[in-house]
């Protein structure tokens, strides 16, 4: 099992129809957890990656009804240390 997360900001807060459809999406076969953070609008879903792929997961919560704007980036690469030119070494 190869376990991933996607991040997606929405735009319009779920309904209760919505909701209940996520509720369903829940229960999809590699769909491993739902977390909602309401402050943010962003919807984070832990999958299996052996069973289904990031598209997949967009579309199951467009299908739910959910406003997604975006997908958020989780981490960023940190760019590649500037090479500094070394100092001669000194003599004494």
């Known amino acids: 099992m190869t376990q991933l997360d996607v991040l997606y900001r929405y735009g319009v807060p779920p309904t209760e129809a919505s909701m209940l459809a996520m ?3 829940r229960e999809v076969y590699g769909v491993r957890a739902l977390t909602f953070d309401e402050k943010n609008k962003t ?5 299996d990656a052996t069973r289904l792929n990031e598209a997949m997961i967009h579309q199951l919560l467009r299908r739910a009804g959910l406003d997604i704007l975006e997908r958020v980036t989780l981490f960023t690469v940190p760019p590649p240390p500037e090479s500094q030119p070394t100092a001669a070494p000194t003599t004494k």
């Open 23 to 25: 509720a369903r999406v």
């Open 43 to 47: 919807i984070r879903v832990e999958y």
